[in-house]
């Protein structure tokens, strides 16, 4: 899935990250749970806890919830792109190749605010009554309507620019 040549810069980029300030006090809270519980039973030799885990235990919960889960999260994005011949988003590292809707298989976008918990149960990849979401914070996004009836939601802090950029070029025929 090529954006077109490799020199074409695109029509509209926009690229998000997790920002909520209440996901990195989670997960702040519980890598630093891992982090003390590896440096008090690994490295200093006193058990965590009443029940204290196996070592090999404790070495695995640390590294998985205080290394990759915090990396997962700061490395986490959702990319947007418009090129001259359609609109291109990834979750990544979830997707690692671009999802590509051709602009001849939009009937229509149209720029929305929504109720991420309510109507998609939250941010990420999530399904919805209105289809698929992909979002990662705030409340505002582009629905877009397939002609084969499907919907999906872009989240997208530029909803109202990605909304005109995906209507110019569907209404002037590039496909």
Do not use: C
Not at 81 to 94: A, G
């Amino acid at each position: 899935m090529t954006i077109g040549p490799l020199d074409e810069v695109p029509l509209f980029q926009e690229i998000q990250h997790f920002r909520q300030p209440w996901i990195w006090v989670l997960i702040g809270g519980i890598a630093g749970i891992a982090w003390y519980s590896f440096i008090r039973q690994i490295i200093l030799g006193v058990p965590f806890g009443s029940n204290p885990a196996p070592d090999a235990g404790v070495i695995i919960i640390f590294v998985i919830f205080g290394i990759i889960f915090p990396v997962w999260f700061l490395v986490m994005k959702l990319e947007i792109q418009i090129s001259s011949t359609s609109l291109r988003f990834r979750m990544f590292p979830l997707h690692i190749k671009w999802r590509e809707v051709p602009f001849g298989s939009v009937a229509g976008v149209m720029a929305i605010i929504y109720l991420p918990l309510r109507e998609y149960g939250g941010w990420g990849i999530r399904i919805g009554r209105k289809g698929m979401a992909y979002n990662v914070s705030g409340d505002r996004g582009v629905q877009v309507t397939l002609k084969s009836g499907k919907s999906f939601l872009l989240g997208s802090q530029r909803a109202e620019e990605l909304e005109l950029v995906l209507r110019s070029r569907i209404r002037t025929g590039e496909r």
